[in-house]
């Protein structure tokens, strides 16, 4: 393949990778504790070929995925059983698949009587399931949880020493993987009652960058269409000579 038409490809594949990760942050830019997805990409050299002295090197496009985990904004909801994390760290939820890491925390109690999230998975507490007996509940700032005068529990907070080798499982979830987890230190995070961390992205910034995504991709896309046109040409004149 033409070094031109395969540098112009490799970057229209890298425009469809960002413009899917702007898409889906676009599309959870009101998830509660979602984190948007930031596609890096870098040029390198195509292959270990080493150019004619006449022609010019033609670098490739490589492009990888990460998460970005910066605070979002806290919005109040009024709802007490809803809480946000201000700092670092994790709540830990169990699933059918084993805990899981999430910074979503618009949770509720299940038909049992434990602290869940909306789809039913109990939100861990540092001795595991938080069971709510009747009466009002309040969340401490330490993550301490009292449901009228009883202390039922303490919610798990959880850090990571690399979160971005987490493994995204959807919007707001995360695996851990082989990483280890820690407890998170003392005052290092402060649990808000009656809020939620929104999504860390502008839909507006998001929206301006999927246009200049858009824009981009059909220039490589032209490009590789005349570089194409150029080499069928050069191939037809060269034959008629």
């Known amino acids: 393949m033409d070094a031109g038409i395969f540098s112009a490809m490799s970057g229209s594949l890298a425009a469809q990778t960002r413009l899917d990760a702007l898409a889906n942050n676009l599309a959870n830019a009101n998830t509660v504790g979602f984190k948007a997805e930031r596609v890096l990409q870098r040029a390198e050299k195509a292959g270990n070929v080493v150019p004619p002295p006449t022609v010019v090197p033609t670098p490739i496009t490589r492009d990888w995925v990460e998460?970005?985990?910066?605070?979002?904004?806290?919005?109040?909801?009024?709802?007490?059983?809803?809480?946000?994390?201000?700092?670092?760290?994790?709540?830990?939820?169990?699933?059918?698949?084993?805990?899981?890491?999430?910074?979503?925390?618009?949770?509720?109690?299940?038909?049992?009587?434990?602290?869940?999230?909306s789809d039913g998975s109990r939100v861990q507490g540092t001795s595991g399931d938080i069971s709510i007996p009747k009466g009002p509940v309040v969340f401490g700032v330490d993550g301490s949880v009292r449901a009228g005068d009883q202390s039922v529990g303490q919610l798990r907070i959880v850090t990571v020493e690399h979160p971005g080798k987490l493994v995204?499982?959807?919007?707001?979830?995360?695996?851990?993987?082989?990483?280890?987890?820690?407890?998170?230190?003392?005052?290092?995070?402060?649990?808000?009652?009656?809020?939620?961390?929104?999504?860390?992205?502008?839909?507006?910034?998001?929206?301006?960058?999927?246009?200049?995504?858009?824009?981009?991709?059909?220039?490589?896309?032209?490009?590789?269409?005349?570089?194409?046109?150029?080499?069928?040409?050069?191939?037809?004149?060269?034959?008629?000579?």
Do not use: H
């Open 67 to 117: 998460t970005d985990f910066g605070q979002g904004s806290v919005v109040k909801s009024g709802n007490p059983l809803d809480v946000a994390l201000a700092g670092e760290g994790f709540f830990v939820v169990k699933t059918e698949r084993g805990e899981r890491l999430t910074r979503s925390g618009d949770f509720a109690i299940d038909a049992a009587g434990y602290l869940a999230t």
């Open 168 to 241: 995204r499982e959807s919007g707001t979830r995360f695996a851990a993987g082989g990483l280890a987890l820690a407890d998170a230190a003392r005052g290092s995070v402060q649990i808000i009652q009656g809020a939620t961390e929104g999504a860390n992205l502008s839909p507006v910034e998001g929206l301006v960058a999927m246009i200049e995504t858009v824009r981009g991709f059909e220039t490589y896309m032209r490009a590789a269409e005349r570089l194409d046109q150029m080499t069928s040409k050069a191939i037809n004149e060269v034959g008629r000579v």
